[in-house]
Structures are given as structure tokens and as C-alpha cells.
């Protein structure tokens, strides 16, 4: 369980991004945090890695209070974070990112299976470095094998369909669909895709730095978006719903 | 040979005990060992300059050729001359790495003028490695030149590290293509304290068709200081390529200078250059991953310098 009590968090300008949010994250669960663009989404899940460092307010994970930990440490204990914009390195290929992110070896295996899972080909990427060569969709696709290979306990991933093509992403939503019903980790994504809030256990709907819904999908997924091309989300747009989320 | 000689001979050569093909073992001024094969061969020179002549039969397939020298102690001043003459359609690899060891705050340098004669479809792969070791504060100093002639469609592949420990580095290539000929140069270099390290690389492209790629990656950390001088001229029809990485940490400084300089309208020369701290980012990624700062910015550096 991941307990979030009364996190805040103000922008070195002087915004408040995380305005006094708590939330509950069971286990085994898969929960997509949404909302519109700006609404904090990103900012509560660097806070939950400790990319950034809350002004108040505490993180529980398992009952024990990691706030004041680092990044390191809570890596250590079980938080696996994906980036929205992944990082390029030079001279470190898929295979040793790959071998890092599972604790420094991973057998081939593993490399190969968590690649197929995020539609790359082994033969093809093991070898690569993890730089300029590689496309912005393939460095994606490497950065959420980093946290699906980790297999932490709670496993966070920023926008992971952001810059991937959809034959790809139709690995990652079966990725995902597996994951979930194999792994005993809690997921957590941070999504405005109609298809990865459809395939969520719980979804919060964050606006203006606040809570401002946390139910069962079922209960949330109707109203963000339209059904069957019925205008259910409320948007008046000639042609039907653009697909957003309409927080 | 020392034990000093055979420590820096297992950091510069691979040396196991032994070498697996020619050889010629330098050590403090002076020639300690040394291996002919039935097509590589070594010899004295003869115009009265220290050094040696190896001779490489045309054809010669697969073999490897060990060209080390060894500093083991303080107060030497090293100057070798060795030529390389490549036979046509030889393929062979010549590694030729330096070590430098002082024990004291004497001196002691090593510079090599290293000729390469590559004749038509000969292909080389030359690897150098340079290496200080002995006190913190030794003042240790290597100067390699690498001045090479590659004819039709010879191919010369240059891996060149400087793995740490040495006070200063100048480096000079001077490396003249003809048609069809391929030149690549993979240039890593550390630096840290007070050292100091420069790099000049002047490539000629003669011949129509022949291409050249310069890849120099370089971490200064300390109060070290680099500098990168890069010119590839070309004079024919032609690819060129350079690219200059360099990570600065702590107070070190890099300077990089890299020219192109076209004289054929159809010359098509490239050059890519950033240098900057390690990117936090960078940091951040490993970091969730359970690494500790050092330890990502060790393995960023250790992947960078590979």
C-alpha cells in the first residue's frame, strides 16, 4: 500500500502544483492518474519517486515513511519510475541500461522478453547505445522496459504513450494488461489515453494541483470520455469527442 | 624486463605472460625483447634514429603485431621512431600502447613518432593505449605523433585511450588519404588533477571516394585542462566526419578548435561538437534504478569513455 497524506508542493514561481492531495494505493492494482494538462499529474509522481521534495505532507510506503528519503533509496525500496522524456546516454547500450535497472545482470531471457513486451526485437536493440541513433518512440519503448524489467512494488510510469507509434502501443496496452494480472506490484500511470484509463482499476482525476475524483473506473471512464460516439463527456465539438480527457 | 615493465605491459597490451604474434618490448630507452614472424618482420633502423623498422608482407592475413614501451622510473627523456610498413592487402592489427611509471617527482617522458605506411587494400587496426602509474604528484609525459600515408583502398582503424595518471599528453596525427582510402579514429581521454592534454588531428582526403571519421570523447575532471584541435581538409570528392564529446566535471576545461576545410565542391564534411557537465537527468535515470550519485555518474563516465 502507497499512502499519500497531504502532499504539497509550490513551484519555484510561486504556483501551487500539488495542493494538499491525499490517495490511497492498494496493491495489485492499476491506477491511472489523469486530468487536464498542468493539473499536477507529473509533479505528484516525481514527488512519489523523490524527484522532487515535497513541502509538506508525507509518503507511506508499506506503513514505513520514505518521505525524507533519496531518489536511490526509494528506488531501493520499491518505487520504479519511468520518465515522460527519457534520457540519452552515450556509450551505454539497452542491454547494460537494461542489466542496471534489474540490479547490474539480467539473463538473456529477460532482456529478450521485456523488449517483445515493449515491441522492440532483441537481435535488433540489445546492442544499441541508448543515444541519438535510437528514435524518440524507441528510447520510449527502452525506458518502460527499464521499469517493467525492475519489477518494483510500485511501479510508476509518466505518459508512456507519449511519442510511440500504435503498433507499439498495442504491445504496451497488452503489456500493461498482463502486467497486471501477473504481477503482485501496484501500477501506476500517468495517462490521458482513452485506452490505458480503460484498462485501469481505479482512476483519479487531478485539476488545479487537488483531488477532484478517485473511483472505480467504471465509475469515472463514461463521463471522460464519449461512449459509442454519444456525446456523453459533455463536449459540444462539431464531429464528436476529440478523445481528451474533459476534467 | 622489470616487474615494473610487465605491470604497464598488462594495462597497454593485454600482455598475459606472453604476446601472440611479433613483438618488440621498449623499455626505458631500450629494446628488451623481441619477436620476428615469417611475414612481420622487425628491425633495427638503420638512418641512425632510435627505433625500429616492421615490415609487414603483402597479403599477411589475421596477425598481431605488439609494439609497447615502458618508462619504470623518474629522470627519462624516451624518443622513438618506429615505421610501419604495410604490405598490399595485408590485414593485421598493431597494438602499440604506452606505460609511464615514476616513483618520484623526477620526470620522465616517452614520445613516439610512429609512421604508417599503408599500401593499396592493406587494412590496419591500430590500438593505443597510454597509462601513468606510480605517486599521486608524478610527473609523467607522453607525446605520441602518428603520421600515416594510406593508399588506394587501404583502411586504417585507430583506437586511441588515455586511461589516467599521466601529467601531460600532446598528441599529433598527421594522416594523408588516396582514393577509396577509409580512415577512423576513436579518441578517448581522461584527465583529472592538474593535468593537461591536447589533441591535433590534421586529415588530408586526397582521393576521390575516400572518407574520414574522427570520434574523440574526453572527461576532464580536477583542475585538468584539454584541448581539441581537429582539421579535415578535403581536396577530392569525399566523406568527413568529426564529432568531439567532452564531459567536464569538477573545475576541469576543455577547448575544442574543429576545422573542415573544403577545396573540392563535392568534399562533404561534417562536424558535430558539444561539451558540457554531465546532464542531471542523466543522474535522475540511474538513480531510480537504485544507483547512488557516484555510482550513476561513475557508470555514465565508464560508458562514455568505453
Given amino acids: 500500500m502507497l499512502e499519500i497524506k497531504n502532499l504539497s508542493w509550490t513551484a519555484p514561481d510561486g504556483r501551487k502544483i500539488i495542493n494538499d492531495v491525499s490517495l490511497n494505493i492498494p496493491n495489485k492494482k492499476l491506477i491511472v492518474i489523469t486530468g487536464p494538462n498542468g493539473s499536477g499529474k507529473t509533479t505528484l509522481a516525481k514527488l512519489i519517486a523523490g524527484l522532487e521534495t515535497a513541502e509538506s505532507g508525507s509518503i507511506l510506503l508499506d506503513g514505513e515513511d520514505v518521505s525524507s528519503l533519496n531518489i536511490t533509496d526509494r528506488a531501493k525500496k520499491g518505487i520504479g519510475f519511468a520518465f515522460q522524456q527519457p534520457v540519452r546516454f552515450k556509450g551505454i547500450t539497452v542491454k547494460e541500461l537494461l542489466e542496471l535497472s534489474n540490479g547490474g545482470s539480467a539473463t538473456q531471457k529477460q532482456l529478450e522478453e521485456v523488449l517483445y513486451k515493449v515491441g522492440l526485437q532483441p537481435e535488433k536493440y540489445l546492442h544499441r547505445d541508448v543515444d541519438s541513433h535510437l528514435s524518440g518512440g524507441e528510447i520510449k519503448r527502452v525506458e518502460i522496459a527499464t521499469v517493467l524489467l525492475r519489477n518494483s512494488k510500485f511501479m510508476l510510469f509518466d505518459e508512456p504513450e507519449a511519442g510511440i507509434d500504435i503498433w507499439s502501443f498495442n504491445n504496451l496496452i497488452d503489456a500493461f494488461s498482463s502486467l497486471k494480472k501477473n504481477t503482485d506490484s501496484s501500477i501506476i500511470i500517468i495517462s490521458h489515453q482513452e485506452r490505458i484509463l480503460a484498462i485501469a482499476d481505479e482512476i483519479v482525476l487531478l485539476k488545479n494541483g487537488k483531488i477532484k475524483e478517485h473511483a472505480a473506473k467504471d465509475n469515472i471512464f463514461p463521463r471522460l470520455f464519449c461512449m459509442n460516439g454519444k456525446d456523453e463527456c459533455g463536449c459540444k465539438k462539431k464531429g464528436g469527442c476529440p478523445k481528451e480527457v474533459k476534467a | ?306
Fill in chain 2, 1 to 306: 624486463m622489470n616487474e615494473i615493465t610487465s605491470g604497464l605491459l598488462s594495462i597497454v597490451s593485454d600482455w598475459d605472460g606472453g604476446f601472440d604474434g611479433a613483438y618488440n618490448i621498449r623499455q626505458d630507452c631500450q629494446s628488451v625483447a623481441r619477436k620476428s614472424t615469417e611475414n612481420v618482420k622487425i628491425e633495427n633502423k638503420t638512418d641512425g634514429k632510435p627505433g625500429i623498422d616492421i615490415k609487414i608482407a603483402p597479403g599477411t592475413k589475421g596477425e598481431k603485431v605488439f609494439i609497447p614501451a615502458c618508462i619504470t622510473k623518474g629522470d627519462v627523456d624516451d624518443l622513438v621512431y618506429n615505421d610501419f610498413y604495410v604490405g598490399e592487402n595485408a590485414d593485421v592489427t598493431i597494438v602499440a600502447g604506452c606505460g609511464v611509471h615514476t616513483d618520484d617527482s623526477e620526470a620522465s617522458r616517452h614520445s613516439g613518432v610512429h609512421r604508417f605506411f599503408l599500401e593499396k587494400g592493406s587494412k590496419v587496426l591500430y590500438i593505443e593505449k597510454h597509462v601513468g602509474t606510480g605517486i599521486d604528484d608524478g610527473n609523467r609525459v607522453i607525446n605520441p605523433v602518428t603520421d600515416a600515408e594510406l593508399g588506394e583502398g587501404a583502411v586504417l582503424e585507430m583506437d586511441t585511450s588515455q586511461l589516467g595518471g599521466v601529467s601531460a599528453s600532446s598528441r599529433k596525427c598527421s594522416i594523408k588519404l588516396d582514393r577509396e582510402a577509409k580512415l577512423v579514429i576513436r579518441e578517448r581521454l581522461m584527465t583529472d588533477f592538474n593535468q593537461t592534454a591536447s589533441t591535433d588531428f590534421v586529415v588530408e582526403v586526397n582521393g576521390e571516394d575516400a572518407s574520414v571519421n574522427l570520434v574523440s570523447r574526453s572527461v576532464a575532471k580536477g583542475n585538468s585542462y584539454q584541448e581539441y584541435r581537429s582539421k579535415i581538409i578535403g581536396n577530392a570528392r569525399c566523406t568527413g566526419h568529426s564529432e568531439c564529446d567532452g564531459i567536464l566535471a569538477d573545475n576541469g576545461r576543455v577547448n575544442a578548435e574543429p576545422a573542415l576545410i573544403a577545396n573540392c565542391k563535392d568534399a562533404e564534411l561534417i562536424h558535430e561538437a558539444a561539451i558540457g557537465k554531465i546532464a542531471g537527468e542523466q543522474i535522475l535515470k540511474l538513480r531510480t534504478l537504485g544507483l547512488t550519485e557516484e555510482e550513476a555518474e561513475a557508470t555514465i563516465i565508464n560508458g562514455f569513455l568505453k
